[in-house]
């Protein structure tokens, strides 16, 4: 078989090529260091290509963006005819841990899938209405070619809210549209969507899932918490801090509590967090966990956001306005963003939940972070691939090539990690270090966490943590009715997270969170809250469609895949 292989062979040979491919990564590395402007393409520094002819001096080249995870490709096509003009597609493949594609370079250009020993060819380029053709034409985000081994991911436009819509055009549009919307925030926003369980028993044990525990509250009162979906012994209400069989959806547990339940030794720590006020301490948190050994972790960008360009909130040594963003490029292009799961895995999706901040707070105004690294713009990488580049002093969520999940500041020295680097997404500093709260909690600049700059400003927020028990560990979702980072802090640390981070915040939109049953050949959303069904579409059928899995969306999005 004749070609260049570029997927991640086990039975790759080692020959004279390493030393080139050394070469090779040595000035991919030197590009993507460089402080100028560039393409998403250029700051890849495991890229490589294979390039051949045909016979009318078409040239085709094959781009592995990241060949440790054999995902992401870019198909360049250059024609000559009359007048030269390339055509670039963004493939995905279906199969990536069983499929090995490669192009032959020689005779006839094709695409070559190798599996299990079957080799197969397919040349969707060719032909009047060729099979690229009507890929691209299809209006589908993921539109299969080649006996369905490889998606084509087209450009779609993401669905939002009505509000979403509305905050949008007012940041890119209105003068001072910021502060527009942030004074609807505060008029608005504030305490909109928080809830205050009754409180109907004083509680015994129960059902609880004992390999969690409890948290360390004062009180386990038995309480009214109104979860989107049934626990297994929870019919007369949840005992506050206990933890609950999620009904036909293995390895998820939920839990459900309020601030003010917190016991006093942690509560009432002085100097780690401001104190709570009476609404936090009766504003419901409800929080989800997943047991690691039963999941594996993805993540995906929006249609949108995070956007690739500057954040308005740096000035003057953290801006360089020579290039057109932090990291030399303010457009994926030619990479396609779907913010949808792919097709392929929709049978193995367990959960899912909104991502971080947009990238115009994702930085910070002011403070040593502000005038350092350009800001210190959140990163986030999908598939090994970088769209921004990940920072030191950030708490980060990421996922290594042996599919470990982990949580934690990203340190200087994590750079050596990049390489098995296959998803992340940055988001501020930490709630949680160490099973404390962050230096930063009380830090309303410096923590960059949104408010008002009396750090008193209340509202919906999302987050999530990490927790070891026995040697396994646990991924914890929390949705905050109305809260401030020291609520989040407190509530993680009775938790007993390792570590806690923000994701976003002010709607359940942005805190959106849902886990899935497949029904009859349909995946069907169960969401953390009922209110966050107005987020995912109607089919004809009338059955939901779910946000994120069914249809593409503008934000990013984590989810979790059965293994």
């Known amino acids: 078989m004749a070609g260049i292989f570029l997927g991640s062979a086990p039975h790759a040979e080692a020959t004279d090529l390493e030393s080139a491919d050394g070469a090779l990564l040595e000035k991919q590395w030197a590009e993507y260091e460089a402080d100028r402007p560039k393409s998403i393409r250029e700051v890849q520094p495991f890229r490589r290509s294979a390039t051949t002819q045909d016979a009318d001096g078409t040239e085709f080249t094959l781009t592995s963006l990241n060949p440790a995870f054999n995902t992401w490709f870019l198909l360049d096509i250059t024609t000559v005819a009359r007048h030269t003009k390339t055509t670039t597609y963004h493939l995905e493949m279906t199969d990536p841990e069983e499929t090995i594609v490669s192009l032959r370079t020689t005779d006839t250009p094709e695409l070559i899938f190798e599996s299990n020993g079957i080799v197969e060819r397919c040349a969707p380029w060719t032909g009047r209405n060729s099979e690229l053709d009507k890929a691209v034409n299809s209006g589908l985000p993921y539109a299969p070619i080649c006996g369905d081994r490889v998606f084509v991911r087209n450009h779609v436009r993401g669905s939002r809210s009505n509000r979403e819509a509305v905050a949008e055009f007012l940041r890119d549009n209105v003068i001072f549209g910021e502060s527009i919307v942030g004074i609807i925030k505060g008029s608005f926003y504030e305490d909109a969507y928080m809830v205050s369980g009754e409180v109907v028993a004083g509680g015994d044990s129960g059902e609880v899932a004992a390999s969690l525990g409890k948290a360390n509250l004062s009180q386990h009162p038995v309480f009214r918490a109104y979860f989107g979906f049934e626990l297994d012994g929870a019919d007369g209400g949840m005992q506050a801090g206990s933890w609950y069989a999620v009904k036909d959806a293995p390895g998820i547990y939920a839990s459900a509590m309020q601030p003010g339940m917190i016991h006093p030794d942690i509560l009432n720590r002085k100097g780690e967090t401001h104190w709570l006020d009476g609404v936090e301490n009766r504003a419901d948190v409800y929080l989800v966990a997943f047991d690691l050994s039963q999941f594996e972790l993805g993540y995906e960008v929006g249609t949108d956001h995070p956007r690739l360009d500057w954040s308005p909130r740096p000035s003057g040594a953290g801006k360089n306005w020579q290039l057109p963003g932090p990291d030399g490029f303010n457009r994926s292009d030619p990479l396609v963003r779907t913010g949808m799961l792919s097709p392929a895995l929709t049978d193995r999706v367990a959960a899912t939940f909104a991502g971080g901040f947009k990238r115009d707070h994702g930085a910070w105004r002011a403070g040593d972070k502000a005038v350092t690294n350009y800001g210190h713009h959140y990163g986030f990488l999908a598939n090994g691939v970088i769209f921004s580049k990940l920072h030191p002093g950030l708490s980060t969520i990421f996922v290594l090539d042996d599919g470990s999940i982990h949580m934690r500041t990203w340190t200087e020295a994590d750079r050596e990690l990049l390489p098995r680097v296959r998803f992340a997404r940055q988001n501020g500093v930490p709630l949680i270090e160490n099973g404390v709260p962050g230096d930063q909690v009380t830090s309303w600049l410096g923590g960059n966490w949104s408010g008002s700059a009396e750090a008193d400003l209340r509202t919906l927020r999302g987050g999530a943590c990490m927790k070891e028990v026995n040697g396994r560990k646990f ?76 249809f593409s969306d503008n934000r990013d999005f984590v989810y979790l895949l059965r293994k």
């Open 475 to 550: 991924l914890i979702y929390a949705y905050f009715s109305s809260a401030t980072p020291s609520a989040q802090a407190r509530t993680f640390q009775a938790y007993g997270c390792d570590h806690a981070m923000l994701l976003d915040m002010n709607s359940q939109e942005h805190t959106y969170m849902a886990l899935y049953t497949n029904e009859e050949g349909r995946v069907v959303p169960h969401h953390l809250v009922n209110g966050m069904s107005a987020v995912d579409a109607q089919g004809n059928d009338g059955h939901p469609i779910a946000r994120f899995v069914g």
